[in-house]
């Protein structure tokens, strides 16, 4: 998947500034992709002269004019034809905490547990914010209500996967966690 269909799939929601767009891509897509704020407004710059965004500036008074962007209906054509696309690629991991996890026998395991803690930690906050986002879709209602009434649903689906990725950052962590303790109490290096 090309950064452009993340970014289209955060234009969905409605016009936006890049910054707008590089605060709210944590809180709309970043449970499945992720990408710096110069990757974004590159991303936007080229997608505005490829024609699939449009982009307006609106005169601000104490802060410098700021341009929003919003999808064209060529670039709705695009999303529609990468939506109808064959099958997605499997996913591919590329964690360095799993690499630092599998050398943790012949390093230093204070130095891994710390990082496995570092890790709850952030699926912990990253977990909680989600619920918000979770609570504030549903606005009181309950899940078979939201879809039956939803405008859009693809993004309460997409918050449900990076729900279940952080549940499963947090069980494996506590997990690691107990049996690096464990290895530590126990003597053997």
Not at 80 to 86: F, I, M
Not at 151 to 180: C, D, K
């Amino acid at each position: 998947m090309a950064l452009r269909n993340a970014v289209m799939a955060a234009l969905l929601e409605g016009e936006a500034s890049g910054y707008d767009l590089a605060k709210g891509f944590e809180a709309s897509v970043a449970n499945f992709w992720m990408a710096t704020p110069q990757q974004l407004y590159r991303e936007l710059e080229r997608m505005e002269s490829e024609g699939l965004v449009s982009a307006r500036v609106v005169q601000q008074e104490r802060r410098p004019n700021k341009r929003l962007f919003s999808l064209t209906e060529a670039g709705r054509h695009v999303l529609r034809a990468y939506v109808a696309e064959g099958p997605s690629k499997p996913t591919a991991i590329r964690d360095e905490l799993m690499v630092r996890v599998q050398c943790a026998d012949i390093g230093d395991i204070d130095a891994v547990r710390a990082a496995v803690v570092e890790r709850v930690e952030r699926s912990t906050a990253k977990l909680a914010r989600y619920e918000r986002m979770r609570d504030r879709l549903l606005a009181g209602r309950s899940e078979d209500e939201y879809f039956a009434d939803a405008e859009r649903i693809g993004p309460y689906l997409t918050l449900m996967g990076g729900m279940a990725f952080e549940r499963a950052n947090l069980e494996w962590g506590r997990t690691a966690l107990r049996r690096l303790e464990q290895r530590a109490s126990s003597g053997v290096r």
